[in-house]
C-alpha cells in the first residue's frame, strides 16, 4: 500500500514537472504563421512567436515596444503574430481578427493591424458590430470587394481557431503571451525586459 502511494506521488510530481516545462519553454511544434504576420529578417537572433488579441490594450502596448524595437534594431527581431482572441471578454476580437488577416492577403496587414490597436476605445466596446472596420480598409488602402469575399471565405475563420487551439495547447491564459526564442513571457514589461536583455548580449552585427 504504501509502495502504491508513493508510485502515486511520483506520477503527480511529473505531471506538475512537465506542465511546468510546457508553460516554460516552447516544446510544442508550431504552425507556419503565413508570410504576411511574419516581420524581420529570417536570419535575426531573436525570434518572437506572439500571442496577440487585437482588442488587448497591453497587446497595443506591445506591439508599439516590437515596433520601436525593429526600428531600432532592423537587424535584430523577427515575429510571428498569432491570434488568440479572448471573445469572451472582448466581444469583437475574433471579428478583428478576421479583418486584419483579409487585410494581411492585400499586403496590408501592419497596417490595418496598427490602425486597430491605435483606435481600440473607438471600436472595442461597440454594441454592434463596429462600423469602424470598414473605415479602416479605406484607410488601410484595402479593395472592398476582395475584402468583402476573404471576410465570408470558412478557411479564413478556420485560420484564426488553429491558431488559439494552438495557443490552447501551449496554454496560453492571457494576452499578449510571447515565446521568446522558446522561453515564454507573459506582457509588454516582461517582453521588453528580455529584449533590452538579449539586445546587450547579441552580437553586435547583428543588431
Known sequence: MKKKKLLIVAAAVLAAGAAALSRGLDIFPQREVPPYRTFGPEEAPVKVA??????????????????????????????????????????W?????????????????????????????????AENAPEQFGRYADLAGLERGALDACLAAPETAEA????????????????????????RFVGPAQLMRQLQYLAITVK????
Open 50 to 91: 506572439e500571442y496577440s488579441d487585437l482588442s488587448c490594450p497591453a497587446c497595443a502596448a506591445a506591439w508599439t515596444g516590437l515596433e520601436e524595437t525593429a526600428r531600432k534594431y532592423p537587424k535584430y527581431l523577427r515575429v510571428e503574430f498569432k491570434h488568440y482572441p479572448l471573445a469572451s471578454v472582448h466581444r
Open 93 to 125: 476580437s475574433f471579428d478583428a481578427a478576421l479583418y486584419a488577416d483579409c487585410a494581411g492577403q492585400q499586403g496590408r496587414f501592419k497596417e490595418y493591424a496598427g490602425l486597430l490597436f491605435t483606435n481600440q476605445k473607438d471600436w472595442s466596446r
Open 160 to 183: 484564426v481557431r488553429l491558431d488559439m487551439a494552438e495557443g490552447d495547447r501551449r496554454k496560453i491564459g492571457s494576452t499578449p503571451t510571447f515565446f521568446v526564442n522558446g522561453k
Open 204 to 207: 553586435p552585427e547583428n543588431l
